[in-house]
């Protein structure tokens, strides 16, 4: 639904915020290599599904957010 909003708001533009948690990187000692720019590759994995949708590249920025809380999403890592 978003590309369709930008789609027939040329003029707008959105921010992209990656984020990982700290289920993700296991203990304080784990391998934090593994989450280092973990939040980027996901704005930019946004931005080009965007892009790929049609949507300019002026209308998008994505930014890596690190280790927090994301606003209003609980995550459940136990699906099965």
Do not use: H, W
Request: no cysteine.
């Amino acid at each position: 639904q978003i590309a369709q909003i930008l789609k027939a708001y040329p003029n707008a533009s959105v921010d992209i915020f990656g984020y990982y948690t700290d289920q993700e990187n296991p203990s304080p000692q784990g391998n934090k290599e593994n989450t280092i720019g973990l939040g980027d590759l996901r704005a930019k994995a946004v931005i080009r599904y965007l892009n790929g949708r049609g949507i300019d590249q002026s209308q998008l920025s994505g930014m890596d957010n690190g280790l927090s809380e994301v606003p209003g999403v609980e995550i459940n890592f136990n699906r099965r």
